[in-house]
Nanobody
Framework: QVQLAESGGGLVQPGGSLRLSCAASGRTFSTFVMGWFRQAPGKEREFVAA????????YYADSVKGRYTISRDTAKDTVYLQMNSLKPEDTAVYYC????????????????WGQGTQVTVSS
């Protein structure tokens, strides 16, 4: 089992920045790919970004490319999501997830999930 704990969400004005963190514990050797997803009220959970264990492969959703940066500290079993130039449409609950098999953008292919952290972009 892998446990995930997100932190760093909050309220920010449009154009502002936030940094999310997700710390993994438990069977962390199996955290091959760590990803971020988000879910806005009334919408499907959507892929945001993912990074593999060696950090050699990184993917972003088109909607966040150029504004968000995912990074990973393998020694700390922690993944980060730096979010810049935030827009009201970025408002959602952001979830950290682990895929023990490989890189993927489909929520159903991820094996472990955190509880989520709320990000609200509003003036």
């Amino acid at each position: 089992q892998v446990q995930l704990a997100e932190s760093g969400g909050g309220l920010v004005q449009p154009g502002g920045s936030l940094r999310l963190s997700c710390a993994a514990s438990g069977r962390t050797f199996s955290t091959f790919v760590m990803g971020w997803f988000r879910q806005a009220p009334g919408k499907e959970r959507e892929f945001v970004a993912a990074i593999n264990r060696s950090t050699s492969r990184i993917y972003y959703a088109d909607s966040v490319k150029g504004r968000y940066t995912i990074s990973r500290d393998t020694a700390k079993d922690t993944v980060y999501l730096q979010m810049n130039s935030l827009k009201p449409e970025d408002t959602a609950v952001y979830y950290c997830a682990v895929n023990t098999f490989g890189m993927a953008t489909i929520p159903g292919s991820y094996d472990y999930w955190g509880q989520g952290t709320q990000v609200t972009v509003s003036s």
